[in-house]
């Protein structure tokens, strides 16, 4: 039968909470281990479609339209190209209800990656146009 004195030894350790580094540096340290990716610049008139939910695309794109603009580009890439277009749809159908027009669609395809690690990845712009 082990003791209690043999189990402390037997287990590992765990430095003090205090001695510890706080979260907030730790995280700057491994941004900074991960090379930055260069962006050029984005134009004003562009909404990128990512992750976030679909209302918040569509607040960005009637937030556009209402501050007095009267052209926007909808961009996505891959898996992201069904979730732009919903958000066209939506702010067309619900928002400005006949008052967005299509003007161009444009599809393409990306090579992402490094040398030997390459993949296309499709890409979509939407323009879209308020009309009176």
């Not at 037997?10 to 281990?33: G, I, M, Q």
């Not at 296309?120 to 879209?128: A, D, H, K, P, Y």
Request: overall charge positive.
């Amino acid at each position: 039968m082990t003791t209690v004195s043999e189990l402390s030894e037997k287990t590992e350790h765990k430095p003090a909470r205090e001695a510890r580094e706080p979260p907030h540096e730790r995280r700057e340290e491994r941004r900074d281990e991960r090379p930055e990716r260069p962006r050029g610049q984005i134009p004003p008139d562009t909404v990128f479609i990512g992750k976030k939910p679909l209302m918040a695309y569509a607040t960005a794109v009637m937030m556009h339209f209402n501050s007095g603009q009267n052209r926007l580009t909808v961009k996505a890439r891959g898996q992201s190209i069904s979730h732009a277009v919903d958000v066209v749809e939506v702010v067309r159908r619900r928002f400005f209800q006949g008052k967005l027009t299509i003007r161009e669609v444009r599809i393409a395809s990306e090579v992402l990656g490094e040398e030997g690690d390459t993949r296309n990845v499709s890409t979509i712009e939407i323009v879209l146009e308020k009309t009176a």
